[in-house]
């Protein structure tokens, strides 16, 4: 393991870009009029400045308390106090008035609900399809504990791209998700692909994962159809999370994007800062479901 010197001495090829502009300030006030929240602030992405700065956001659906402990995770967790049935409306207000041609939402874990939330999320699908139909819409979305009826509402409205993140190695699955499983999250992925829905999925480096390790997880997910691939380095929130084992190089990001499309994967964002929803927006062009989207009524 890394010694807590190493780990606080980041690389000159993790410094992120300052929040700044008057884009940026348009999608902070958004945020805040529209009492909404963003995965941006409340996991404390790297960057969070660069993609308000373009005016660009990943909303977060469901409140902002995780019912899931994981230790990578920079969200609260603990017992939610909210399930806010008026924010479909105001999540798809947010996305008219920042003009986005692409709108990235994710949630939460909502363990606690039967559906693990799903109708909020289908009800959010259709509220931003309705007010801005020539939107393409990805959603990053919790395993939903496996239930693929919960899942299928969330499909059934009929997002672009579903995005669901595999996190790490299998091995690192329990210390580092928790509450989550490895053939779990390769399972929902490839029951969206079987509903020939694009999808996506992202891997953090840095938590001592080895290099077969990787490789078999990039395998695993080819072998599911995967679209869409991102690589990014992980980032020790506080003390009380999981440590950084190491810092990985731009280089070795770039062996792997390598790697990935020789497996077939067409579409992979392989670097230090690259998160779930960076440049998102460049991909949506080529894996949407643009042909499929509902005309909005009325």
């Known amino acids: 393991m890394s010694s807590a010197k ?108 039967p559906d693990g939330g799903a109708k909020v999320w289908a009800a959010t699908i259709r509220a931003v399809r309705y007010r801005n139909p020539n939107t393409a819409i990805e959603v990053l979305v919790p395993d939903f504990k496996g239930d693929f009826k919960s899942l299928d509402i969330v499909l059934n409205a009929n997002p672009n791209i579903f995005n669901h993140n595999l996190e790490t190695v299998e091995r690192l699955q329990r210390p580092i998700r928790k509450s989550a499983h490895y053939q779990r999250s390769l399972d929902v992925l490839a029951h969206a692909k079987s509903r020939e829905f ?19 997880a990039l395998k695993d997910l080819a ?45 992979v964002e392989s670097g230090p800062l690259v998160r779930s929803s960076y440049h998102a927006d460049e991909q949506s062009d080529r894996y949407s479901k643009q042909s499929k989207l509902p005309q909005a009524s009325g």
């Open 198 to 216: 694009p999808i996506k999925s992202g891997i953090m480096l840095g938590l001592g994962e080895k290099e077969a390790e990787i490789r078999q």
């Open 223 to 267: 072998s599911i159809g995967l679209n869409v691939l991102t690589l990014g380095q992980y980032l020790q929130p506080s003390k009380e999370y999981a440590p950084i084992d190491r810092w990985v190089t731009p280089d070795e990001f770039d062996n792997w994007k390598d790697e990935a499309h020789k497996l077939g994967i067409e579409v």
């Open 6 to 113: 190493e780990r606080i001495a980041k690389p000159k090829w993790l410094r992120a870009k300052l929040p700044s502009g008057p884009e940026y300030g348009k999608v902070r006030t958004l945020v805040d009029e529209n009492q909404l929240h963003t995965v941006c602030q409340s996991a404390q992405c790297p960057n969070m400045g660069e993609c308000w700065s373009r005016g660009t956001a990943t909303l977060m659906i469901l409140g902002n308390i995780c019912t899931r402990a994981c230790s990578f995770c920079a969200v609260q967790t603990g017992k939610p106090t909210e399930l806010d049935l008026a924010e479909p409306p105001r999540v798809a207000d947010a996305v008219a008035k920042m003009g986005l041609k692409h709108c990235v939402l994710t949630s939460v874990a909502r363990d606690d609900l």
